[in-house]
């Protein structure tokens, strides 16, 4: 059963950066991409970022571009996402996800097909 588990969520300042971790178990990961995506209130989940099971192939939504990094610890089964620069609107509800299909590229939300509970990433002006 495939696991996903968020954490390193909270309140920060504009400008600030922050960490966020998930713990993956459930199957052999470094045959699955993983990546991340988000809802905040009153909008539909999206895309934030992805990166291919190696670890070298990594996409991004154009709002996040140059300020996020999203990298993978396949050993440890555990995937980063490194938030730079934080705006009030990237307040959300962050998760982690991974596709069904092995070695498959993900670059939108519907390729994903499993997702964790979510941690809160709250951006104040």
């Known amino acids: 059963q495939v696991q996903l588990v968020e954490s390193g969520g909270g309140l920060v300042q504009a400008g600030d950066s922050l960490r966020l971790s998930c713990a993956a178990s459930?199957?052999?990961?470094?045959?699955?991409?993983l990546g991340w995506l988000r809802q905040a209130p009153g909008k539909e989940r999206e895309f934030v970022a992805s990166?291919?099971?190696?670890?070298?192939?990594?996409y991004y939504s154009d709002s996040v571009k140059g300020r996020f990094t999203i990298f993978r610890d396949n050993a440890k089964n555990t995937v980063y996402l490194q938030m730079n620069t934080l705006k009030p609107e990237d307040t959300a509800v962050y998760y982690c996800?991974?596709?069904?299909?092995?070695?498959?590229?993900?670059?939108?939300?519907?390729?994903?097909?499993?997702w964790g509970q979510g941690t809160q990433v709250t951006v104040s002006s």
């Open positions: 990166v291919g099971w190696t670890g070298s192939t990594t």
């Open positions: 459930g199957r052999t990961f470094s045959r699955y991409s």
């Open positions: 996800a991974t596709p069904d299909r092995a070695f498959s590229l993900v670059r939108s939300t519907e390729g994903f097909d499993y």
